[in-house]
């Protein structure tokens, strides 16, 4: 069958074996990802369309096309969009963020899954003093953490850098409730 494309450029990881053997191959696709050179695509063979993961890709700027292969599997080719215009989403009352106080502390918490990052990151803020602000690094948008910060008193300022392979965001720690 013809390929999708006539030019492609970038490496191919075939998740297929994986998948038959009943594993999830998400963590093996994001190493693939955050391995690539600046535009350089991915081209994905599965056992399905992987629906779920253009959304994924889209935030971390692919675009995708998509065809069914012989056997009933799928290739999908990831490349790189134009660049992301990232957007700041802040929390209530974060809006003057580029006033805060340079971070005290950074950490790095794209290695970790989300458990252990947010466990991680609220022990660190947990011994912070109200009006410090914190850097934090993911691997992707945490989607639960925005919440629980404002929750937890917090204000917070986020974003997407400008390669689409990471989540910054800043935090600035709030009254503790004793």
């Known amino acids: 069958m013809a390929a999708l494309q006539t030019s492609f450029s ?9 998948l038959r053997n009943g594993g999830e191959p998400f963590h093996a696709i994001m190493e693939a990802v955050q391995s ?3 535009g350089e695509g991915l081209r994905l063979l599965a056992t399905f369309q992987p629906a779920p993961l253009f959304k994924v890709m ?3 700027g692919f675009s995708h096309e998509v065809r069914e292969i012989e056997g009933g599997d799928w290739e999908v080719l990831f490349t790189p969009s134009a660049p992301l215009v990232s957007t700041v989403s802040l929390s ?36 912070m003093e109200e009006g410090e602000v914190l850097f934090a690094l993911f691997a992707r948008e945490p989607m639960l953490l ?19 392979t990471a989540y910054r965001m800043l935090i600035r720690v709030g009254a503790q409730d004793d």
């Not at 970790?112 to 803020?125: G, H």
């Open 10 to 18: 970038g490496r191919t990881l075939d998740v297929r074996p994986i």
């Open 36 to 38: 690539l050179a600046p």
């Open 58 to 60: 889209a935030s971390r």
């Open 92 to 127: 209530v009352g974060a809006e003057e963020a580029a006033g805060w106080p340079e971070p005290l502390w950074r950490l790095d918490l794209a290695g970790f899954e989300a458990p252990d990052a947010m466990a991680r990151l609220f022990s660190r803020l947990d011994l």
């Open 146 to 164: 925005p919440a629980e910060l404002e929750r937890r008193g917090h204000q917070w300022a986020g974003n997407t850098d400008e390669t689409g």
